[in-house]
């Protein structure tokens, strides 16, 4: 991939002091290298980067570096539904970002389990780190983790492509969203969201 900045920039113009989110197509963890140099390229407009990333590869202490200096915040997504060793490298690289001075966010994708799953317990131990940021699970019928899902809290969520609610995606919003009300949620209609993925949080004012 290539950073094409003769198109990016008239696109960052109207942006300019702002924040943009890297990772909602593609994860920047593929390729740090060109997440950190698009990064520099917002820098020139006074945007921050707000990465989503998975963590599939590591940055290196020099990104980390980077990536603080430019004061970006990283979201690391994790879920209860992930292995344990996975959880553990995007809440430790996330640690190991704040020791650099760089603000990060711990984004949980809660998921509607079932009544009695010993899957609440580590959910609900996520939801209780600190700069949490509960994102409910948006689902299709052909979720692999289905059999683990109370269905009667989901409900039909708006397609992205014709904005009509429909059942072929659904989500517990309203449920997650009660059941951790003590956080930040990302409500997936960023017009209408207060939080801006936590791009005020501490460190720049
Ligand atoms: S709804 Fe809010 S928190 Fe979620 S992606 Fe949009 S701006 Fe970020």
Redesign the pocket.
């Known amino acids: 991939m290539i950073l094409k900045e003769k198109s990016l920039g008239p696109q960052l113009e109207p942006l300019i002091g702002d924040c943009v989110?890297n990772g909602v197509k593609g994860d920047p963890s593929e390729d740090w290298e060109l997440a950190i140099r698009t990064m520099k390229f917002c820098d020139q407009y006074d945007i921050t980067s707000i990465f989503l990333t998975r963590f599939w590869k590591m940055p290196s202490e020099y990104d980390l570096a980077e990536m603080a200096r430019s004061e970006a915040i990283i979201h690391g997504s994790l879920s209860a539904l992930d292995p344990q060793t996975h959880i553990d490298i995007i809440t430790e690289t996330l640690d190991r970002y704040e020791d650099f001075g760089g603000r990060s966010v711990r984004r949980v994708i809660t998921a509607p389990l079932l009544e009695d799953s010993p899957l609440w317990k580590i959910q609900d131990e996520l939801m209780d780190l600190r700069n949490v940021?509960h994102?409910p699970l948006r689902f299709r019928g052909t979720n692999p983790f289905i059999d683990q899902f109370e269905l009667s809290v989901c409900e039909g969520v708006k397609s992205n492509t014709t904005g009509k609610v429909t059942n072929r995606w659904r989500s517990a919003k309203n449920f997650l969203t009660e059941r951790y009300s003590h956080t930040?949620?990302?409500?997936?209609?960023?017009w209408?969201?207060?939080?801006?993925?936590?791009s005020n949080l501490g460190g720049v004012s």
């Not at 930040?184 to 960023?190: F, R, V």
């Not at 209408?192 to 936590?198: A, F, I, L, V």
């Open positions: 989110r940021l994102q930040a949620g990302c409500i997936t209609n960023c209408d969201c207060g939080h801006q993925c936590m």
